[in-house]
């Protein structure tokens, strides 16, 4: 819990509110060799597991999730 919990955090973290973009988004997946999220691809391999279950919960499903916050 606490790795999905950080990869979430770090997924949110590049929120702008003046240009309007970033934020919880899911982009994390293609950031996760930046320094900054160093021992995020732990948290993000609880991702792809449960959206590699058919029928339970997709990637597509955890996006929308993440958006609605």
Do not use: I
Not at 1 to 9: E, G, I, K, N, S
Not at 31 to 54: C, I, M, Q, S, Y
């Amino acid at each position: 819990a606490p790795a999905a919990l950080r990869l979430v955090f770090h997924d949110a973290g590049p929120y702008s509110k003046a240009a309007g973009n970033g934020g919880l988004n899911a982009s994390v997946e293609f950031e996760l060799d930046r320094p900054e999220n160093f021992g995020l691809k732990r948290g993000w391999r609880l991702v792809t597991e449960v959206g590699a279950h058919p029928g339970r919960c997709g990637r597509r499903d955890m996006r929308l999730a993440w958006q609605r916050g």
